[in-house]
């Protein structure tokens, strides 16, 4: 049975810092692209950074230079570095992993990431 299960959101103030964790089971880690996904009240899923099982990322424009995913494969872990949080970067992230030859995906439950005053 294959798990995906993300820890460490919560309640940050504006310029704050989180470090998001995915940790999988059930699938052979290292032949999957990861990728955190969030979604804000009343709007679609968007993606926020993606690995690769050869370590390239991808950020969204939102995000980059702010946020950093890395990945551990002895961990079989999937992390998001959320630095100088901003209101607008609340939402549920979901973690996402994508096998790099059939393509298939898997998504976790979700972790609620609020950033207030």
């Known amino acids: 049975q294959v798990q995906l299960v993300e820890s460490g959101g919560g309640l940050v103030q504006p310029g704050g810092s989180l470090r998001l964790s995915c940790a999988a089971s059930g699938i052979i880690f290292s032949n999957n692209d990861m990728g955190w996904f969030r979604q804000a009240p009343g709007k679609q899923r968007e993606l926020v950074a993606t690995?690769?099982?050869?370590?390239?990322?991808n950020y969204a424009v939102s995000v980059k230079g702010r946020f950093t995913i890395s990945r551990d494969n002895a961990k079989n872990t999937v992390y998001l570095q959320m630095n100088s949080l901003k209101p607008e970067d609340t939402a549920v992230y979901y973690c996402?992993?994508?096998?790099?030859?059939?393509?298939?995906?898997?998504w976790g439950q979700g972790t609620q990431v609020t950033v207030s005053s």
């Open positions: 996402n992993s994508e096998h790099s030859y059939n393509r298939r995906q898997y």
């Open positions: 690995i690769t099982s050869g370590y390239s990322t």
